[in-house]
């Protein structure tokens, strides 16, 4: 059985940086491509980042670009999402996801992910 699990969440203030971990269990990490997602108060679920399964490509929400990081580590079975200069405007809860089929260049246009962990929580003060 597949899990996964985040961590990291927070309250920080704006400007902070933050870093999330989801680690994969149950079935070899390198059998997803991984992406986050994030749900703002009141908002619908949206695209944060993804990976593909070797880690040499990546993809962000337009919301995201040139402030948060997506990486992988192989040997962690542990997928991250770097945040830089976080504004209150993010503030979600954080979900990771793993699919093994789907290419993550769509994973912010069509439905994607077949396994999803539990989400963590950020909230960025001004």
């Known amino acids: 059985q597949v899990h996964l699990v985040e961590s990291g969440g927070g309250l920080v203030q704006a400007g902070d940086s933050l870093k999330l971990s989801c680690t994969v269990t149950?079935?070899?990490?390198?059998?997803?491509?991984m992406g986050w997602f994030r749900q703002p108060p009141g908002k619908e679920r949206e695209f944060v980042a993804a990976?593909?399964?070797?880690?040499?490509?990546?993809y962000y929400g337009d919301s995201v670009k040139g402030r948060f990081a997506i990486s992988r580590d192989a040997s962690r079975n542990t997928v991250f999402l770097q945040m830089n200069s976080l504004q209150p405007e993010d503030t979600a809860v954080y979900y990771c996801?793993?699919?093994?089929?789907?290419?993550?260049?769509?994973?912010?246009?069509?439905?994607?992910?077949?396994?999803w962990g539990q989400g963590t929580q950020v909230t960025v003060s001004s």
């Open positions: 149950g079935r070899p990490f390198e059998t997803f491509a």
């Open positions: 996801a793993a699919d093994p089929r789907r290419d993550p260049f769509y994973a912010g246009r069509y439905d994607w992910g077949d396994y």
């Open positions: 990976i593909t399964w070797s880690g040499s490509t990546t």
